[in-house]
């Protein structure tokens, strides 16, 4: 059976939290004297700001959880949902001696936060359709591993990873935490895993403000989990975590859930099209199958392609060293105008043996790299 307590570090479990001005007295009126604020207001010309924000978000979570359709209290923000992939590494993971499973090629944050927290990693290759490795996953776990990475929609492949193995490693994996990874879940047509949460006191599932709300670069993140874990996760986090313009930002954006949505379908739409255009092209491979809001597209000469790309101010992923990706780059799906700019680039590098960006003359052209087409 799962128990939170067996795997979280041990020093975790003893640690008194910080304990800020605003957790100690959190009634809205008063003089505030506690905080060492400045008391006048602030240097800038769109708001006050000279005030700490709430350590602990309520009123976005109170607003967010029946959207999400969870407890407040199963709700932790991050700033981005970077923060709460480093800070379960932090919880979890005594450096050097526990480990956690990644399934490439996925996301590249969780291998950058197990090397930053000296953690080791396990890696088990999805399959080469970007399926779970069921069989191999479970042959992998160790008595070690406390986390289990999972990305669905994953990123770069775009795919939604099979429910049946997650349920699997879900009830399989009992003594690490399994995370499903959804910053992409709103461009795909399958309820988010956080219906699971009261089933599986090991599943965590992340979210984010980044992709389909269109919010970026206000920086939050969510992280669902057991209430047990969200407070573990405001134990360990940084006081302030969130500014207060991204909190009543967010709050403002709460309010326009059909906006999102809407933009989502605008998306889902340039997507189609922005598939079925780019295979029509003689350089494309193929285009993978999306549920987010990008593609992996495979070229034949991947490499060129993003170069030539580059230097007309065209800018994609280049995916081709990443395992099972071999030529094949990332697009986001842009507006439409953006769409097609890239299609105009692609189309006219494939008419012309030369790219179209090099100077003809001077007798450069023996030398002049040729994009080679599969037709
Ligand atoms: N998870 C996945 C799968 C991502 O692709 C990204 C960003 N590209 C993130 C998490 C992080 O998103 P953010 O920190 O902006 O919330």
Redesign the pocket.
């Known amino acids: 059976m799962f128990t939170l307590q067996s795997i979280l570090r041990p020093h975790i479990l003893s640690l008194t939290p910080y304990s800020s001005a605003r957790d100690e007295y959190t009634g809205k009126v008063g003089v505030f004297l506690d905080a060492n604020e400045n008391p006048i207001g602030s240097t800038t010309d769109t708001g006050d700001y000279n005030r700490y924000p709430d350590p602990h978000q309520l009123v976005i979570k109170q607003k967010l959880a029946p959207i999400k359709e969870v407890r407040p209290e199963q709700i932790f923000l ?6 709460p ?1 480093d800070l379960l590494v932090r919880a979890t993971c005594v450096p050097g001696k526990d480990n956690m499973l990644i399934m490439p090629p ?2 590249g ?1 969780y291998e950058v936060s197990a090397a930053v927290n000296d953690v080791d990693i396990i890696k088990v290759p999805l399959t080469p359709d970007f399926q779970v490795d069921v069989q191999a996953v479970l042959a992998a776990i160790t008595e070690r591993t406390k986390l289990i990475w999972l ?1 669905s ?3 770069p492949s775009g795919n939604l990873l099979q429910d049946e193995a997650i349920r699997t490693i879900l009830d399989a994996a009992n003594h690490s935490l399994v995370i499903v ?4 879940i709103d461009f795909a047509d399958t309820p988010s895993w956080t219906t699971q949460l009261d089933t599986y006191p090991n599943l965590v599932v ?6 389909a709300w269109g919010l ?1 670069a206000l ?3 969510m992280c669902f989990a057991s209430e047990e874990l969200i407070n573990v996760l405001n134990k360990i986090k940084p006081p302030y975590n969130i500014s207060a313009p991204t909190q009543r930002l967010a709050f403002d954006a709460l309010s326009h859930e059909a906006a999102k949505n809407e933009m989502v379908t605008k998306i889902l739409a340039a997507r189609q099209k922005l598939a079925e255009n780019l295979r029509s092209l003689p350089s494309v491979q193929g285009v993978h199958p999306s549920d987010a809001n990008f593609l992996l597209v495979k070229f034949d000469q991947a490499k060129q392609v993003f170069d030539h790309l580059i230097d007309q101010q065209v800018i994609v992923r280049d995916r081709s060293k990443v395992k099972l990706c071999d030529n094949c780059l990332r697009i986001s799906v842009g507006t439409d105008a953006e769409n097609e700019r890239l299609l105009d680039v692609l189309r006219r590098m494939s008419s012309s043996p030369v790219p179209a960006n090099l100077p003809l003359g001077s007798g450069e052209e023996a030398t002049r790299p040729e994009f080679v087409s599969n037709v």
Do not use: V, W
């Open positions: 991050g700033n981005g949902s970077d923060e992939i996925t996301y944050m990305c929609p994953n990123n990874d959804e910053a992409y992340l979210q984010t403000f980044s992709k970026a920086r939050l993140g």
